[in-house]
């Protein structure tokens, strides 16, 4: 579903919402600094604790794991929603599969000097690709 404003182009967006898919499946880290404002922040509750990560401490748990394409997993991206909140700003509910997890994420976008990045990232693990087969 994509709810977005006349003036405002999804054509950002999407290109924006397939590098951040194409990262979190290979970890080819050249798209990461093309995807994450230098000051994102990425948050989520895990067993009853809420993490928060900045970029630099995310960028450096995605380096030191294997990717989903070197385990070989399958690969399930899903855009949900993209909702405008202003020509600059915009928010995208997708979900994907990363190795054995489904995730379900919330990505904050802002327009920046022509493109769109990802300033803020709430994640969700929903459960595992085997629960929902």
């Keep these: 579903m994509t709810s977005i404003g006349a003036k405002t182009t999804t054509a950002g967006i999407d290109e924006l919402l397939q590098d951040y898919f194409d990262l979190l499946y290979t970890q080819d880290m050249s798209l990461f600094d093309r995807v994450f404002h230098p000051s994102a922040v990425l948050y989520s509750a895990q067993d009853g604790l809420i993490v928060v990560r900045?970029?630099?401490?995310?960028?450096?748990?995605?380096?030191?794991?294997?990717?989903?394409?070197?385990?070989?997993?399958?690969?399930?991206?899903?855009?949900?929603?993209?909702?405008a909140l202003s020509p600059e700003m915009a928010v995208a509910k997708v979900r994907?599969?990363?190795n054995d997890n489904i995730m379900v994420d919330y990505l904050n976008l802002l327009l920046i000097d022509g493109l769109w990045m990802i300033v803020a990232k709430l994640y969700h693990r929903e459960g595992t690709a085997a629960a929902a087969q």
């Excluded at 794991?65 to 855009?79: C, L």
Aim: no cysteine; hydrophobic share 25%.
């Design 96 to 98: 994907l599969r990363l």
């Design 54 to 83: 900045p970029r630099e401490e995310y960028r450096e748990l995605m380096r030191a794991r294997r990717s989903p394409e070197q385990n070989g997993a399958p690969r399930k991206d899903t855009v949900l929603r993209i909702d």
